[in-house]
Each structure stands twice: as structure tokens, then as C-alpha cells.
């Protein structure tokens, strides 16, 4: 942590229509710090991301690595390093596990690609094992491996992830963050939107509360976690 900002968003705006979802929001993520992203259904996490990754119009600057890309479409923005494992992980169920891994590296240059695939192979072997197995075959957890191993494929310099933990057993719920703590440890940017909100400030080094469209509170994971506010509202405490 400590490092030198590699994401700094000012005033990011995104509306469905006349509903403005976003109202303003500010952040700050440095090289190779994980940010939790922490709030109720319908905070909106999952707009912030979009709009991150450019996939949600939106409004405001977005500053990457030192370039202005407020106004950069999705895939260019993905070619810079910022690249998502969505909500609901968004699998293709009927192309196989390793189709879904090739097409995160659709922005990459192809001679990368097998040796990249073989490393997501190394972190997932079980992905390895069902390579060529319709993605629809595998379960709610090993779905969410994949949907996060094809983000990887994309090489990124800071990974989105949206509520990896969602509709999982708690079992696999701590092998999701297990997951999250290795890659963090490897030195990878991270901003983690969770309901689970307990886990995801445990492993993070900074936080921001959203509540319908604005940071609250922001702090460190850990700061949050001692906070009375958050204790009531989101850890159930
Ligand atoms: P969740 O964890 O359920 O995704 P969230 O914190 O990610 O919650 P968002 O999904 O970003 O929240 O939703 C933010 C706000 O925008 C909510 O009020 C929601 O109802 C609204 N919203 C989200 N998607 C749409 C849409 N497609 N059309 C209209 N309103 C939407």
C-alpha cells in the first residue's frame, strides 16, 4: 500500500433515465491496494463498477495509471488494465471453460495467450481438469473461478470484482476469498463490491461505505470494522 495512485475517480455520475443511481462519487485505489466497496442491495455497487469499466454511461473523471480515460469506450479501457469479473459471473454456459477463458483475452496479443491460460490453470486446477466442458457444467463456485480466471486472462492492472461471493455455500464463500487474498498478495490491484461485507474489510486495505449513490464513510478495513455505524448496519452486530 502506500504506493502511488493508480485509479483516482472524481464526482462519477451515472443515472438509469431520470433515476440517478451514482450522485457524485470519489475514490482513490494506490498500486496493488484492495479497496472493499461495502453497502446494501441497491447501493450501487454495481453501477460504479460498470461505469469503471465503461460498459454504464456515466459522467465525471476517471483518472487510470495516469491517463485521463473518462471518456474511453469499454474495450479501451479494458486494454489499459481495467478489467471485471461481473456480477452473476456472466459465464457462456454452452462454450467451453477454455472458450470462456480465451474470450477475456480477446484485447491481448494471441502469442500470451497459452502461456497465460496455463498460469490460470495453475491457480484453478479444477478449471484445468474441465477445460473442455461446457461452462454451464460447472458449479455456483467453480462458475465463479472462471468469471475471475477471465478476467486475469485480460493481464489487468486493477481488477473489478462484484459480489464474487454471491449465492455461494460459506464453504466456497471462503474459498472466493482465499482466492482474493492470493491475488492480493501477488501485488494485484483490487476493488471488491461485497454485501458480505465482514469478509471483504477483513482482507481489505481500505474501504468506502456506498449508501444510494454516495460514499458515507471511508477508512481503513479495519477502521470499518470498529465503526458503530458500520457494526450496525452491515456487519449485524
Ligand atoms: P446489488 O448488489 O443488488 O447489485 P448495488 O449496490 O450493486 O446492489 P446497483 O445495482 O448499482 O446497486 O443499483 C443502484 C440503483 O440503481 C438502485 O436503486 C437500482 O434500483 C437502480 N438500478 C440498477 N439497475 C437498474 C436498471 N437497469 N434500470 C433502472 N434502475 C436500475
Redesign the pocket.
Known amino acids: 500500500t502506500g504506493g502511488e495512485v493508480l485509479l483516482k475517480v472524481e464526482g462519477l455520475e451515472s443515472s438509469?433515465?431520470r433515476?440517478k443511481?451514482?450522485k457524485g462519487i470519489s475514490i482513490e485505489v494506490r498500486r496493488g491496494e484492495t479497496v472493499a466497496l461495502v453497502?446494501?442491495?441497491?447501493?450501487?455497487?454495481?453501477?460504479?463498477?460498470?461505469s469503471l469499466s465503461g460498459v454504464q454511461p456515466m459522467s465525471g473523471r476517471i483518472t487510470f495509471d495516469g491517463e485521463d480515460i473518462s471518456k474511453l469506450r469499454a474495450d479501451m479501457r479494458m486494454r489499459r488494465g481495467i478489467c471485471q469479473s461481473p456480477?452473476g459471473r456472466q459465464v457462456f454456459g454452452p462454450l467451453s471453460i477454455e472458450d470462456n477463458l480465451r474470450l477475456g483475452a480477446y484485447t491481448q496479443p494471441k502469442a500470451q495467450v497459452e502461456g497465460d491460460l496455463e498460469k490460470i490453470y495453475a491457480m484453478f486446477p479444477i478449471l484445468k481438469e474441465k477445460r473442455k466442458l461446457p461452462a454451464g457444467t460447472l458449479s455456483g463456485g467453480q462458475q465463479q473461478m472462471l468469471a475471475i480466471g477471465r478476467a486475469l486472462m485480460g493481464r489487468p492492472k486493477l481488477l473489478l470484482l462484484?459480489?464474487p461471493s454471491?449465492g455461494l455455500a460459506p464453504l466456497l464463500v471462503e474459498e472466493v476469498f482465499n482466492v482474493v487474498k492470493a491475488l492480493k498478495a501477488q501485488g494485484m490491484s483490487i476493488i471488491l463490491?461485497e454485501?458480505n461485507a465482514f469478509s471483504a474489510l477483513a482482507i481489505a486495505d481500505r474501504g468506502y461505505v456506498?449508501e444510494?449513490?454516495s460514499v458515507t464513510l471511508t477508512g481503513t478495513g479495519r477502521e470499518l470494522i470498529e465503526d458503530e455505524q458500520v457494526r450496525a448496519a452491515y456487519l449485524g452486530m
Open positions: 438509469y433515465g433515476i443511481a451514482l453497502g446494501a442491495n441497491g447501493a450501487g455497487k454495481t453501477t460504479f463498477l460498470r456480477e462484484d459480489e454471491m463490491a454485501q456506498l444510494t449513490g
